[in-house]
């Protein structure tokens, strides 16, 4: 008689589920990378547009809006998200709120060495249910902190107006 002298792999119970398992995981990481990207949140189809915000820069130093110019282009300094470009600013004497101990308010009062600045931007926008993104992706809402950096200048502040185009 013969015997075959060939390979032969012996598997116990252990080695089958530690097998299955690694199978298993390799699928469901090909399934992560080979599927289609899920919408972010809207199932509308969002519309273009083009429209204009307004940033107010807070306590910059004096001569920060002499160095704005309108056709800057505007970028997010955290992200590095495209913002537009400026289409027109206006400087003013910096502002906040203090309490006046005697008539117990908040009243506005100027800050000595110190600006604000209100930055028009123009961008292409897309328009969804619950928010406006910025042609580059960013995400453009009221009273949030924005981060911007234009040629030669930087600073922080507030987006304080939306103005919806066509």
């Known amino acids: 008689m013969e015997e075959n002298k060939g390979f032969r792999l012996k598997l116990n119970l252990f080695d089958g589920i530690v097998i299955l398992a690694a199978l298993a995981v390799g699928a469901v990481l090909l399934y992560m990378n080979l599927k289609p990207a899920a919408p972010a949140g809207d199932t509308s189809t969002p519309a273009a547009a083009t429209t204009q915000y307004t940033i107010r820069l807070q306590k910059t130093l004096p001569g920060t809006g002499e160095l704005i110019e309108a056709g800057d282009a505007l970028v997010d300094v955290v992200k590095n998200f495209?913002?537009?470009?400026?289409?027109?600013?206006?400087?003013?004497?910096?502002?906040?709120?203090?309490?006046?101990?005697?008539?117990?308010?908040?009243?506005?009062?100027?800050?000595?060495?110190?600006?604000?600045?209100?930055?028009?931007?123009?961008?292409?926008?897309?328009?969804?249910?619950?928010?406006?993104?910025?042609?580059?992706?960013?995400?453009?809402?009221?009273?949030?902190?924005i981060y911007v950096r234009g040629p030669g200048y930087l600073g922080s502040g507030e987006v304080y107006a939306i103005e919806r185009g066509n």
């Open 82 to 145: 495209e913002l537009g470009t400026v289409v027109s600013a206006t400087v003013m004497p910096a502002t906040d709120s203090i309490i006046n101990e005697e008539a117990k308010a908040y009243v506005t009062a100027e800050i000595p060495g110190y600006e604000d600045i209100e930055i028009v931007v123009e961008s292409s926008v897309t328009y969804g249910e619950e928010n406006i993104l910025v042609g580059s992706g960013y995400k453009l809402r009221v009273g949030e902190k």
